[in-house]
Nanobody, 126 residues
Framework: AVRVEDSGGGSVQTGGSLRLVCVVS????????MAWFRRSPGKEREGIAA????????YYANSVQGRFTISKGSAKNTLYLEMNSLKPEDTGMYYC???????????????????WGQGTQVTVSS
């Protein structure tokens, strides 16, 4: 079975940095997509960074472009999210997601993913 484990959240002040880690095990696909989502208080789940089915990208939401960096580890099942210049509006629960090949136009759409981590909390104080 596919298992997604995300971690690395914490509490920082405005301008601080955090690094999230995602490890996916049991993937049966030769091509797959992995992404980071977040749910901030009072908002819907938002796709913030992803790679598509060909490993192209990365793709970012406008809200994090230039501040967040998604990358893959040397092991193909590991995904990172480096978050810099954090703002209070970045506060939320962050989730890693994975699934078989997803086209670029849909890699930041939550409904495309069936496999999710439990989430890791990020809190940014002013």
């Amino acid at each position: 079975a596919v298992r997604v484990e995300d971690s690395g959240g914490g509490s920082v002040q405005t301008g601080g940095s955090l690094r999230l880690v995602c490890v996916v095990s049991g993937m049966p696909w030769s091509e797959y997509s992995m992404a980071w989502f977040r749910r901030s208080p009072g908002k819907e789940r938002e796709g913030i960074a992803a790679f598509d089915d060909d490993g192209q990208g990365p793709y970012y939401a406008n809200s994090v472009q230039g501040r967040f960096t998604i990358s893959k580890g040397s092991a193909k099942n590991t995904l990172y999210l480096e978050m810099n210049s954090l703002k209070p509006e970045d506060t939320g629960m962050y989730y890693c997601a994975a699934d078989s090949a997803i086209k670029p136009a849909f890699v930041l759409k939550s409904y495309e993913y069936n496999y999710w981590g439990q989430g890791t909390q990020v809190t940014v104080s002013s």
